[in-house]
């Protein structure tokens, strides 16, 4: 039944066009066109500045982010040649080797709490130092922080080392009297 009423239109076609709306509803019809033909490359222009907007921002996160996680990373010698890696090497192992030999778990806190502390100092000076070294800061002024460190490292290490075994000697002096 469907078909055959299509059928019957395309049929009669000229016979049911018999009704034409009034020029004053094209007119409004043309006018309503070319209002949106012209509002057209308005939001085509839009959808760029908010395309290239949201390009400028995320580019911007972009670089923030990788900028901060950067800054988490902590600058060593051997970050500026294989001498200095090697350097920073030796100063470890020497650490290491210090800090194997110092029982911390026996340690009085009355009597050695303040080199214990001025260990954390620097430790912490040291880290906040390797986190706020821009990337392109002064090599000379890093490699001279660093082995600053070691050293001050190294010293208050040995001294402790020192004060500890001075005083099981003398524990050890007390016991044989």
């Excluded at 110092?102 to 912490?124: A, N, Q, T, V």
Aim: no cysteine.
């Amino acid at each position: 039944m469907g078909k055959d009423i299509e059928k019957y239109i395309k049929d009669h076609r000229q016979e049911l066009d018999v009704e034409h709306p009034p020029q004053i509803v094209w007119d409004k019809i043309e006018s309503a066109i070319s209002l949106d033909s012209g509002s057209h490359p308005k939001s085509n222009w839009m959808w760029k500045a908010a395309t290239v907007s949201l390009l400028v921002v995320s580019g911007f996160l972009f670089f923030l982010l990788n900028r901060e996680w950067k800054s988490d990373e902590l600058y060593s010698l051997g970050d500026i040649s294989s001498e200095y890696r090697e350097m920073e090497k030796n100063y470890q192992e020497s650490i290491d080797l210090i800090n194997a030999s110092i029982p911390y778990d026996e340690i009085d806190m009355e009597e050695f709490g303040w080199l214990i502390r001025e260990l954390e100092y620097i430790e912490s000076v040291n880290e906040e130092f390797r986190k706020d070294i821009e990337e392109n800061a002064d090599q000379d002024k890093l490699v001279e922080a660093l082995i600053d460190y070691y050293e001050k490292k190294l010293k208050l290490l040995k001294k402790l080392e020192h004060e500890i075994n001075r005083r099981n000697n003398e524990k050890n002096e007390t016991i044989d009297i």
